[in-house]
């Protein structure tokens, strides 16, 4: 099939929607398909036209004319969303739908396209967002088919538009199994290890504040850049943690395993989160997670058997389960080894990847009967 894959971020940025949908591109790519990714261009240092391990890019500026509100630059982005749409001629349509998900949305409309087409949410949308006669509302409303990557995410979608829920399915998200075998968890001395975007949605803040709650510290290795990066520095040092915490920097997908591997235990003190992908990257590796008890990460995570939750925005409660956690070792481990048995067993790769070839069968038997 020729699929053409509408986002907002695609590689070489890094976000979990980001390394999702590089692997997904490319699995589809291996499968035979032929695959055109179909991105806003906020780089102007990035080509137009790329390549990445058979996956055709095409970078168009959309987000630069719609925040300029520049009706020529506008003009110029659409016209060129049709030439490419045009000349590559796709038999499916799949719009990835990440954060700042309305661009890719412009850029389908924008190809004028008129085949049927689905959709995958990748995060759960305000109720504003979804309201009769919204842009996001109307494009799902016409979607032939809608997926979703965690059962909460689409739970919330079908009370904000009960008319989906028909045509509506979760397809859970999943990565590739790392290569390298996970080695036994380190307690001599234990370490922590978080990673994510430096963001408020991240909690990072709230990871802080829990270990400077205990007596007994164990180093926390926190891996990401964002914004937040300056207050979270400061709040380090406001809390006298220079000893008990290491900020990383930024660390590439296919590393993440390793960091992982040196970890006791991974740190997911989100305050949303529509799956958490780091939660599985740590039970692919047979790592416990102590996560907040939100939204995916309650699907991802089973407390008392993978790992642990609490209540987010709580330092009190993530200090004692981590004191629980790290004070038994035997039991740490044996989450470790639950969570990876489970992630095999529930979130195996090439299930994703034929769930969506499944969607494209039906997308593209629409497209050739409709009715």
């Known amino acids: 099939m020729r699929i053409v894959l509408w986002s907002n971020s695609f590689w070489p940025h890094i976000g979990g929607v980001e390394v999702l949908g590089r692997h997904f591109a490319t699995a589809l790519t291996d499968r035979g398909h032929d695959v055109l990714v179909v991105v806003n261009r906020d780089d102007p240092d990035l080509p137009a036209h790329s390549e990445l391990g058979g996956v055709r890019i095409a970078r168009v500026a959309f987000e630069d004319a719609i925040t300029r509100r520049d009706p020529k630059a506008i003009l110029v982005a659409q016209r060129e969303a049709v030439k490419i749409r045009t000349e590559f001629g796709p038999e499916v349509e799949h719009l990835y739908h990440g954060q700042g998900g309305e661009i890719s949305c412009f850029a389908l409309t924008a190809a004028r396209s008129q085949r049927p087409y689905l959709v995958s949410l990748h995060m759960s949308y305000r109720d504003e967002h979804m309201a009769p006669g919204s842009t996001l509302r109307s494009l799902l409303g016409r979607a032939i088919a809608v997926t979703t990557c965690s059962d909460a995410v689409r739970e919330q979608l079908i009370r904000q538009a009960p008319e989906l829920a028909r045509r509506t399915w979760a397809i859970a998200n999943s990565l590739p199994s790392p290569v390298m075998e996970p080695t036994p968890l380190p307690f001599d001395p234990p370490v922590l290890f978080a990673a994510g975007r430096f963001t408020t949605q991240k909690g990072f803040d709230v990871a802080l504040d829990a270990i400077a709650l205990l007596d007994c510290r164990p180093h926390?290795?926190?891996?990401?850049?964002?914004?937040?990066?300056?207050?979270l520095e400061e709040r380090k040092r406001a809390l006298g943690l220079e000893d008990s915490v290491t900020f990383a920097g930024w660390v590439a997908p296919d590393d993440m395993p390793l960091w992982m591997n040196r970890a006791t235990a991974v740190l997911m003190p989100s305050r949303w989160e529509p799956f958490g992908l780091v939660a599985l990257q740590a039970a692919q590796m047979a790592r416990p997670v102590i996560a907040s008890s939100i939204d995916g990460l309650r699907e991802v995570v089973v407390h008392g058997e993978t790992g642990l939750l609490v209540p987010p925005d709580d330092p009190a409660a993530l200090a004692d389960a981590i004191a629980a956690l790290l004070g038994d070792a035997n039991q740490a481990a044996?989450?470790?080894?639950?969570?990876?048995?489970r992630a095999r067993e529930t979130w195996p790769w090439v299930r994703h990847v034929d769930a969506y070839e499944k969607l494209y069968t039906q997308v593209l038997a629409q497209a050739l009967h409709p009715s």
């Open 220 to 231: 926390l290795v926190i891996a990401g850049a964002g914004v937040e990066g300056p207050a």
């Open 334 to 341: 044996a989450m470790g080894r639950a969570a990876q048995q």
